[in-house]
């Protein structure tokens, strides 16, 4: 892969400051960003979740088995009479004891639980796609959040670069006012360039801030958690149309998840259909059960066995409550079927729409560069011309606001590079590489 190294520009704070705070890298603000984001978090439990449904689903096909245990107790006073005998029998504190187990198991078959089965696997390959959606959004606005930050930093750069200028300038008309060999008009110009960089430059450290905020609210860590920034902004050049569109055709998460949607429908139409059919159901229980009575003509009862049993069911009528079920079912694929080609639509388009300004933007980057190659030397021309008295104060500061306007071109146009670059990535799925998970971005 060919890749073109543009150095983003850094910000590096006065003296030993910067070795106390963090080097926070592209790669360690993704790291750290899909440990800490809290809607990755909660995707990654929703996988879960899901997960375990299915799970749990599959005792639909599994047997039930039940074992009860029961044993009871009794103390009573009888009289009891009896035909051949004219006088009654009393018995005073007859005791009768019941004691019972029993083990029961119970098997059915029945078509919509085994479709049903299938639908929740289908549930959990959609979540475990949706857990990959959030992962990959995540992943594109923790670099959009990253790189806007490093552009900002490099406009700080520009404009401290630019404030050093109008300083010097400042000095030399100062100088030049004191030996009257400038009026002070020109002197209070160059004071209120230098004002007006100044108040730019209070600006932009507040953009800075602002940037920083929004980064680290992507990594769920305080708002004043600091760091500095240094690295490189890689931005690819063979970026392919075709392949792109072709790999989201195959790649793309949300397409993925649409795609399974409709075949989830379809599943909810088979298994709704499926209720139709007959349902087998196979029971069988073992039973141990002993009473004891002292009154009475038995005695003890004792009983131990078994007994099996099938039943076989079917839903003559349901108030055609299972029809209209069926029927809104086969509208709901309908719909979904109508999703998943407006998705493929809206894809194609987007794609489409940011190749044309990633193309757009690297005409532009080639443009901007050149233009300000001359511009930089046409300012240190205008520069050395002032010092000398040759031109006048508003010849140079149209010369330095024309490099400030040509390099803030630059950087937005290797800026917006950028931030294509990460949404084609996104649209076509290629976030990660398929063998390691690395970002590519």
Request: proline fraction near 1%; charged fraction near 25%.
């Amino acid at each position: 892969m060919i890749k073109r190294f543009l150095p983003a520009v850094f910000l590096w704070l006065a003296g030993g400051a910067l070795f106390a705070q963090e080097l926070l890298t592209f790669e360690k603000v993704i790291q750290l960003g899909l440990e800490n984001n809290f809607d990755v978090n909660i995707a990654i439990n929703e996988r879960e979740i899901a997960a375990n449904q299915k799970q749990m689903g599959l005792g639909a096909i599994m047997p039930v088995v039940d074992a009860r245990y029961s044993r009871t107790a009794s103390t009573e006073d009888v009289e009891q009479q009896f035909l051949n005998d004219a006088s009654p029998r009393i018995i005073e504190d007859a005791k009768s004891q019941n004691e019972t187990f029993s083990l029961v198991a119970i098997y059915g078959i029945s078509a919509d639980a085994l479709i049903a089965l299938k639908r929740l696997g289908k549930l959990t390959e959609i979540s475990e796609l949706e857990a990959k959606v959030v992962v990959e959004n995540t992943v594109a606005n923790l670099s959009f959040a990253y790189y806007r930050l490093v552009l900002e930093l490099q406009r700080n750069r520009l404009l401290r670069e630019t404030l050093e200028l109008s300083q010097r300038r400042l000095d030399i008309a100062r100088a030049q006012y004191e030996l009257g060999q400038q009026s002070k008009s020109a002197y209070l110009a160059a004071q209120v360039d230098y004002n007006a960089d100044l108040s730019l430059l209070v600006s932009q450290e507040q953009v800075i801030q602002t940037a920083k905020i929004n980064l680290n609210e992507l990594l769920a860590v305080p708002a004043t958690y600091n760091y500095v920034v240094k690295d490189t902004i890689l931005v690819e050049e063979n970026l392919l149309l075709e392949d792109l569109i072709d790999n989201s055709l195959h790649h793309n998460k949300q397409l993925l998840v649409t795609q399974r949607q409709e075949n989830l429908a379809f599943l909810q139409i088979r298994e709704l259909q499926a209720q139709r059919l007959p349902t087998l159901t196979f029971n069988g229980n073992y039973n141990h059960s002993v009473q004891n009575s002292d009154a009475g003509f038995i005695i003890q009862n004792k009983r131990d066995g078994y007994n099996f049993g099938a039943t076989i069911g079917i839903n003559l009528f349901s108030g055609f409550t299972l029809n209209r079920r069926i029927q809104t079912a086969k509208l709901e694929r309908v719909n979904q079927q109508y999703a998943l080609e407006q998705y493929e639509v809206q894809l194609d388009a987007d794609i489409h729409r940011t190749f044309n300004i990633y193309e757009n933007s690297k005409k532009r980057l080639e443009i901007e560069q050149n233009n300000f190659n001359v511009v930089e030397e046409n300012t240190e021309i205008a520069f050395e011309r002032f010092k000398m008295g040759l031109t006048g104060f508003l010849e140079f500061r149209d010369a330095q606001v024309s490099r400030l306007e040509a390099e803030n071109r630059l950087i937005d146009a290797i800026f917006s590079i950028k931030e294509t670059e990460i949404e084609l990535m996104r649209l076509s799925g290629k976030i990660f590489y398929q063998g390691n998970g690395e970002p590519v971005l």
